[in-house]
């Protein structure tokens, strides 16, 4: 069995002060190593020789993490989201974005597998899929059918 040790009180303090430090130290580690910042990533919408894209057209994000779609030239896109994670209770859509640089951003706080589209070149397949966390397993996700809700908005307005 070793001896007690007996610090003065300026060689305790000091000790103790190294001590915090190093709980500090690890913390501030630990804190940036899981990624708790959240990012901000740029979805390019892009009309280029007939083609209509969005760049990447398929992602993976973490919960609060925002996504900025940034139309690429003067066309006219419109993102809309038609399949979202369960937990998602708003419809998520831009405003009509007609000239370049018109950009949509949302930030995302639910996990799961969001399915997006731009409305006006629907039919030209221009599609995106983004994950936010982990992909939503079977009967997660919910379909979000935005040409009835407009037809029950047109509805309430007349």
Known sequence: MSAPVFYSYGQGLKELEKLHMKKLILLAALFACTGAYAKEVTVK??????????????????????????????????VMFVSVPKGVNEMIMSPLQEKKGDTFSHTFTIPGTYQFHCHPHEALGMQGTLIVGKPSKKGETKHVDHHALEKQLEAKSH
Request: aromatic share 14%.
């Open 45 to 78: 919408e892009v009309s280029n020789d007939g083609k209509f894209y969005f760049l990447p057209s398929y992602l993976t994000i973490q919960p609060g993490d925002t996504v900025h779609f940034v139309n690429e030239q003067d066309n006219i896109h419109e």
